[in-house]
Each structure stands twice: as C-alpha cells, then as structure tokens.
C-alpha cells in the first residue's frame, strides 16, 4: 500500500483528491491537513463523506507527513512551494497541484504568478502531462501536476503540434468552465445569483493559463509560438470544454484527422477519440477521461478541435492520481476507471 | 460471479444499472437487452461508457437470459410483469424495477394500475425494501423493487411507525424529486425551457406512489392508515427530498428521536441519521444512502423528518442491487460504497 | 408625479425597486441611498441599467429624502426603524420592507428579532398585505410590508381561514424559495457550487416568518393558533412556491372550494385562481401576481393549497409599490402589470 | 393604433411577440394564428398571460389578417415564404423571423434552405438588421428579420468591417446560446436531463447562420470573404454570447477600438459599449440590447470581442418591433425600453 497525505485537503480539489483517493485499492490516506478545518473530522465538514470516511483534518506539522510515501500539495501558488520543499527535503514524492512546478521558464512563471523562491527544485520536477511526459514523471521527485485549461487545450493540440500540420501563429483556445475551477469561493461573484443563468468571458488577453499552455505547445511544436486564450464561466457545476481554433497547413480531411489523433494516443486509455460526433461535457464529467473530437472547415482549411475534461478529475485530483500511478508504477488506470455519472 | 442480464437497458434506469453492475467486483452482465437499441453498442448509444464497456444491446429472447443467475426487469409495469413470468418459469431470480411486484393488496395495484395478470406470482415475491423486509427478500424468488418516492416517504417514517409514536392519521409526505425521476422521456413537458427555473407540484392528491407508501406504512404502524401525499418537480437532475409531517402521539424531543432512529437503524450501513444539522440532496447524490434528520416543533407537538435519496440508485438500481447482494448472500454493500461527487 | 426615495438601494429588493419604479408612469425617482455604493452610478454598479438610468446612490442625509413623498425602506431589520422613524417625524409616507413594522405584537417581534426601540409608531403603522388590509393601509403614514413567505401562505390561506373552513391546530405550510430571498450575501452556503442541483430545508421550526403568519392568520381566523412552517431553498433565483395543508372541518369538495376563493378575491386583480391546472413558478415570475390552485384529498378530508408569488416583486418590491398605490390612491396596478418572461 | 397579426403565434417567438406588443402603447393586436392552439385561449395554453390577455387564436383565413397593418409571421423557414407573400399580395406589411427573407444570393438560401419559391418578392425585401440597414428597412414592404446568431455577430463585428480593420480571411466567431433558440421542440436531446450541467457544440462547420453571417460581413467589408461560425447550447434559456476573433491589419489599442465604436454606434439606443468590464449574458436577458465589449491580444494583434444578446428579444421577437417601429416611424425604442429582470 502507498501512504499518501494531502496538505490543503479541504478545498474543493483537496476534497476530490480524498474521494477519489479512498477508492484506490493500492493507497491509504495517512493524514489531511488543513488548517482552517484542523481537528474536524471529514464526515463532519463534508457530511458527503458520513458512514465512508472519518479521518480527521490536522495542522501541518513535519510529523504529519513523516509516513507518507507520497504528499499532495493542494494549496495556492506560492505557498505551495513552501511545503514541497519540506517533502522533497526528508525524501517524499510530491505532486503539486498548484502552478508553483509547472513552468521550465522561471521567467514566464515570475511575470504571471511571482518570483519562484526554489529554482533549484525545478530541475528535479517534471510537468504531469501524464500523457505527453510519462517517461519524466516516472524520473522526477516532483511532479507539478497541469492546470485545468492547459489540460484540455494542450492534449486537444498534441497530434497536430507534433505533425507541425498547422500555422503556429494561427490557435485560438476558446475554453468554458464550470464554477468549481475557481476553487472555494468566498465570494460574491461566485454566488448562484450572479452565475445562474448567466454566462461570461472573463481575464480576456491576461488569464495565467495562457503562459502554461504556449510553454508547452512551443515544446510540442519545437519552436516558441504564441496563441489566444479565452476562459469562460458557464453555470455548471464541474466541466471544461475547449473548442480549439487552427489553421491547417496543408490539405487534410477529416477522415486524415481521425488517423492521426488514433495514432498520437493509440495506448493512452483517458483519451477518447469521437469520431462520428462531437464530445460533451456530460459523458467525462465525474471520470478521468479527456473527449476529443473534430471538424475541418473546408472554405478555410482551418481545423476545430473540441476537447473535454472533467475540471475536478483530469484536470486536477484526477490527474495527480495517474501521476502517483505512474509514479509508483501502478497500472496508471488503478483507481481512475469510472463511468460518468451522466445526470 | 453472479451472472446478471438486464431487460429494458436503455432507459434511465437500466442505463443505470450497467453503470453500477460493472463496478460490482462478483457480476458479470451477461446481457442487456433493449428493443429500441438492438444491436446497437452501449459506448455508441450512450457515449459516457466509451473505453469502459462496449455492451450490446439484444432483443429478448429466452436465450437472452438462459445463462444469468439474476435478471433486473427495468420495464414500465404491466409490460413488466409478462417478463418476470417468463424469467420465473425458468428459475431465475428476478428484480423488477415496476410497480409490479410491490404491492400484497391486488385491489390497490388494479386500483391504480391495472388488473394484475399472475396473482400467484406475488405470493413468491417480496417487497425489495431492503432495511424493512430483508428476511423475506431472502427467501423471494421476485423481488418487487419500491418506488423513488415510497424509498424515501417510508423509510423515513418506519421507526415512528414501528413505535407507535404519531397519530396515524397525521402523516403529510410532501416529496421534491429530480427531473430523471420521471425516465426518459420524450414529451414537451420535460424540456429543458419548461423546467429550468421552474417548480411545481403535481399528481396532487392522484400519484399512484401513495397507495404504496399507504400500504406499506398501514404493516409498520399495524393498522390501516391514510396518509396525503404530493410529489414536486425540482429543477435538479437526481435525487428525492422528502419533507414528513406527523402529529406526536406523546411528548418527545429531538433527542428522544435521535435515539429511536439510531436504535432501530443501527446495523442498517445505508442509513445515516442526521443528528446536528439537517440532509441535503448534495449529500446523497451518487450514492445508495438515506440521509434522515428531523426537528420537532414543540407548540404544535409535530415531527418534521426530512428525508433523502438519489432517487436513480437508491429509489432505483442502488437498491436492486441491495437486493440481489442480499438474495445472493453477498455483503449487502458489495459494489455499493461511494462517496457522492457532491458537485 | 410621486416623487420616490429609495433607501438601501443597492441590494438585491432596492435594485428591483428602482427597476419597477422607473417603469411607473407617475413615479419620479428623486433619491438612491446606499452607503456601500455611495457616489457610484448604478450603470457602473449594475450593467444592466446601461442606457436606461443614470442615477447616483448616495450616502444618507436628511436632505436626500427631504425632497420626496415616499420613501422605501430596504435595510435589514433594527436598522431600518431608525430610518423609518427620521422619515416619519419629517412627515413622508414610508414604506418598510424589513421586518420592524409587520407585527401587532411587540412581543411576538422581540422575540423573533429584537426588542422594539419605536412601538408608538407601530401604533401609525400598517401591515401592507394589500389584499386583506387596504382600508388600513390608506390611512397609515408608515406600512410595514410583509414578508415573502408570509405574502404566499397568507394569501393561499385567507378565504379558508375568513370562513372558518379548517381545523386551525392542522395547518402546515411547506414552503420552496428561490436563492434571491436570502438578499445579495456574501456567503460560502449561497455560492453557485453548494446550490446547484441541490434543495434543502433550512431553519426547520425556527424561521422567523413564522410568528409573521401566524399573527396574521389569527386575526383572520379570529383566535389564535400555531402553525407548521418549512421553508426550503430551490436550486432558481426566484420564486416562492407554498405548499399548504390544512384539514378541512366539513366536507367541502373543489368545486366549493373554487367558488369560495373566487367569492373573496373577486375584486383583486393580482390573484389568479387555477380552476384546472395547479399553479407553476415560471408562470408569476417577473410579475406581481399571486397564482392560487388547490386540491381536495377526499379520503383525508385535507385540503391542499399551491400558492405562488415571484419573492421579489409580489414578496418585496411590487407589492411595496402596490402599497404606494393604494396609500396615493393611484389605480393599483399602475406600474405594475406584467406578463412572466417564462423563460 | 397600429393593427398587428401574428401567424404562427404559438411557438416561442410567437408568444414572445406577443408579450412585448400587449405592452407597446401604439400597437393592438388584432389576431394570433396557431393551427395547433386554435380556438384556445391564450391564458388557458400559457397561464403567465392570466388576467393581462384573453386573446383566441385562431387557424389561418385571410380574413384573420385582413384588418391589421402588418403581420408578423414567426413560422419555419419554407413554409413562411407562402404566408408572406399573401400578406404582400393584399398590401400588409410583413415582417418575417423565419429565414425566407434574410438573403441577397438566392444561391446561398438555396444551399443552405431550399429554392426560394418567390424570389421577386426578395427584391421587395429589405434585412431587418436595424442599426446596419435603417433606410432599406423604411422603405420595403417585407423585413427579413435576422437570424439570432448573426445579429449578435455581425453587430459585434460592423464597425471593424466597415473600416476595414480586420484580415478578412480570419474572421472566427464562437458562440453560445441558450436553449430557448432551438424554439418550441419536442425532441428528447432537448430534455432537461440532456441539458442540465452539460455543454456542447453542434453543426460544427455546418450551420445555415453561416452563410447569412458571411452574406452580411461581405456587404460590410466590400469584399468576399469566408468565417469560421461553431454555435454551442448552454444550460440557460435565453441569450446568446458570442466570442469573436480577428486579426487586426495593423497596430491598434483598445482605446482606439472604444473610440471607433463608440462613433460607429453613437445613435444607436440599443448598442451598449462595455468600455472597462466586459458585458454578461445576465445584463441583456429580457431586453433588447446589443451589448458589446473588446480586449487586444497584443501579444497576436488579435481583437477579441464580447457581443450579447438575448436571443428571443434583439434576436427575434424585439428586433421584429423595431423594425416595425422604424418602418412606421414610431419612436424606434417604443415598447421596447427594458431593463433586464437580471435574476
């Protein structure tokens, strides 16, 4: 059995990563931290959990991860780093689930986030694109697990940023998301009666994501390019759908399209290629899975990927389970086969 | 492994059933069968099962089932009843999903069904309500699935009852049920313009659920009872709460109930007694739990229960598969224990 | 033209008093009175008066309001009796919509809310249910406008309790509200993610609007009695749909009953009785209506009442409005005729 | 008085038309059509119109639309043209929702719809894009009124088209409407279960709005050019989002962009520029106006622009009574000053 904490384990993601967590057949939650919910026992704080769970929430101390094979760090940026440290420093695996390991560039991640205060770490983390970085995730002590968006968008690209088959100058990422992507809100502009029946763009030009997501397209591409990124908040609970914008280099249908994304992911499980329609949020929601389909628009040779994630699992607590997963070796499907709840 | 086949598996509920009978670790599905999808592939018809399960629909024939141990009939009733026939004559055990099997007064089923065609079938069936009636669902070869509504009504009711506790003729059960509650249909009224920000009561004084909550509440209590009855419709996908009203015979407070509840429920792992603050539907979601909390109000000396279920998998294939771990001998929670996803 | 002053403007009732009134013929409003937003234009503050009112909120002075002929008060309770008294000693009509000015018995306030600083001017004030109580309300400088709940139970209750129809120790009142009765609160429990696709009961025998109904219920009744009250939060940002039982005293069947509630409100416009159908939240919506249906539960003797009101036009703002009619004896649905937007 | 009939009064729009001319000071009604809801009245099919209207539909004679002034005819396309051109024929002014009379290029309806039976009639026409084509709409007889989509694309795009700011060829506009455009369906993916919490793109590539968007966008540029349109349907009934992408031809910031605007739309009421934030689906719900914000993309000198509406307002129903109001020199803003219920 492997050992696992969670250090910021009662936000929305912390909660997921329990949940999902408590199903894995190969690990054993040894300790939940979190400060603002300290000495609470889970069934409590999230009644959700009443009859399944009873662990109790404490504060961090160094002994509270001491037993731990492996640490998640569900924090916001910049105070994660601080306790990643603290677990690379006495051996542990690490998965960050905030942008603190995300980046190579330390200056992309100081001009949208902050300076980073252990460069010296980043050269021993790798970024949990599980399926574009595997063989670095199974070398690396740390592991900065993608955003939410960067998960969608970048495996949507993958196959034809490798193929360099479109114009680098040329992607849109046009990405709605449910309301739990914002985390715990305090909040009066995530109350229901701001966001019910409403829908908006917001951080147009200036979202953080969009540093994240052309550092990896440029690696996947193999030369800097960048792109448009634009979030958007629909009223749903969980769920993101990209559609994806490019313009299409040469010639190629859709029939090519299909060959190509089937070969790209021809082993990888969590994605799933629609061929004959067109993914939504409603079959990946509560799994691991990222739906991805296409069209070509023949008048402007451009292509339209749409791409779909559940924001909670694989672009989140999900995702840092298939990192664990890979990790230690698992088969990286334990714990994460699930069929969506659909309703 | 328990060999299961399911007729009527492209509707809500059969949908349903597969989703949790291929994560129960001792059933295999031998087959699903549906008309109106024969032939058709489960991952093509309904896209969330893609990479999980690639099922296919059949026709019924006798072949069909020839091979299950256990066949979940998940039919509308009357149509249903022909099949549990056809199932029983050749030895299997059945779990009908209809209002078919739930009644032991043919006069209340004809009254708000229709005649019932194999009388003799019911003395070999039992009332699927597991908590209630598990001696009998043992020794049953049918078992008669309850109602969404009559889940949650009576079960939030039975230690009342049972103790004699409330004026009989006091019982109010006013239900709010989710949108899926009603299966899929195909009629104006169900449409997403005409429910959304929507609310309403109907069936008032009519719905067919309270003959059955009647009868069954009239073997609790020990005498014949009428009780009203009125079903709303909630802008929500799943999930039943009841709101339960009955006068108190005697004075009690709510710690007086909260010993009565957790005495008569104490080995029931699916009840979870709320004894602080009260259930909400978020809680239940996803799960096979029934959530109970109550106050009194002292100036009128009336207890008011709130009661909860996801009305898909306790009102319908959570419990049915209860049923069949319980008939098959099984750990009653096998394939069962979940955690809601809350959001 | 009545010149209007609105103070406590900026929340979720002023808003909407503002939105109403601009569209009265014969209003003018003269002042917007918000400390949070004072000096703030509320096309800046709220978009979507863009091009249709430029007003300024401003702090409170005496001289705001020196100017009008009503002033609304939309301030939480205790807080608003200071202002109602400054607005009643300069000798402006006001109309309240806080709790303060609603109850006869200075008792039954203390207890629910606080210890009254002014009871000689609720000796001047009237309960604004404009149905019942318009003779009153012409007469009085100060009107206490009634309560949301209170506005759908009352109504829904009144012709059966005027003719002493039902057993007055039966009354329940279960009661659904959308989001937007809990005011603009800056809350973890009102954010869209613990909302959506979730219902609750809430402050179970406790809620203040109880003593509200039941002291207006008794002078229709004409002795005293206790009542049940449950409220609960529907996943909608309005609406208020009240699910009443009573026991009826003889037998009386719909038909009766439809010639009875037809009978006593055969002069009032804002209240619609459903001979047929039973009433639905989407069909009062945006509107100042009142929409009444009913059934008879024969084997019980039990009448069942659905009452409808939008919480924040019939259950605040338009009825404050309709308040402002009566008191100047314009026609009263001046301003205030609407078709639900439906969806 | 203008005299006003509505074929095809029962639908969505229908009803919505109907809505908004009851409250239209200079416009009576004179009959509403439906074949289906004939001799029903319409309080009795749409309870929300209870006590404000009793109007009968009525099945189609020309005698019901002998007297009025003009007709509205809001009947699927094909069938529309067969009704508009009676209409013509005896002198009415026609004002047409479907699609029979928004093209110049009869080849482009053909494609897209079907051969135009009565293209001398298109010569007679006029498209009803109000602030883009006041003069042609006063003096034409029939008014193609614009599909939902294209007005809020084309309006967002206008001013950058006319002044040639904007590559021709990069022209991307993804939109998101609610689910009330799809009209009155009976369709099961229009069930609430199969849209709540979901999100999806359709006719990707494929949609007719296209070629009306590009007819439209190529008259305002002065040349040919080609788009990309993806529509999704967001859980929401009413209101439509669109992002619009494109490349700006040489170096211009936002101010400048506010300014253009700004002076492209100075006369118009109903175009809002959002100069600071960006607008929400929630500001226009109910109302009809266009309102429209914009960011750079400097890194890309792309601009990125937010343009709503509400889809059965400025995008049907509301749009359909400017025109009639610009056609018969009304005040262009009559009966249709809102502001939006928000919540």
Redesign the interface.
Known sequence: MIKASIIGASG?VG?ELI?LL?RHPEVEIVSIISSSSNQLSIDKT????????NLVFEEFKIEAIQEADVVFCALPHGISQEYVKIGYDIGKVVIDLSADFRYKDLQRYAKDYSQHKYPELLSKSAYGLCEINREEIKNAQIIGNPGCYPTSAILGLAPLLKNKLVDK?SI?I?S?SG??GAG?????A?????????????S???HRHTSEIEEKCSFLFGEDL???F?P?L??????I?S?I?ANLIKKIDKNDLVEIYNEFYKDE??I?I?ED???????????N?V?IGF??????N?V?I?SCIDNLIKGAAGQAIQNMNIKFSLDEKMGL???????
Chains 1, 2, 3, 4 share one sequence.
Not at 277 to 287: C, D, I, M, Q, S
Request: aromatic share 18%; net charge positive.
């Open positions: 929305y909660v949940r408590l999230n009644p959700q959990f009443k009859k399944v769970s100058n849109i046009d709605k309301v739990s715990k809100k305090f909040d009066f995530y109350s229901f009666c701001e966001l019910d029946e409403n829908f908006k763009a917001y147009v030009t200036k960048n792109l448009s634009t958007h629909l009223p749903v609970k969980r769920g759908l559609t914008y499980y969590f799933r629609f329609e067109l993914p939504e949020l409603k079959y990946v929601r509560g799994t899975f739906d069209e070509v628009d023949k008048k402007t451009r339209i749409i086969i699930m069929v969506g709840e659909y309703f």
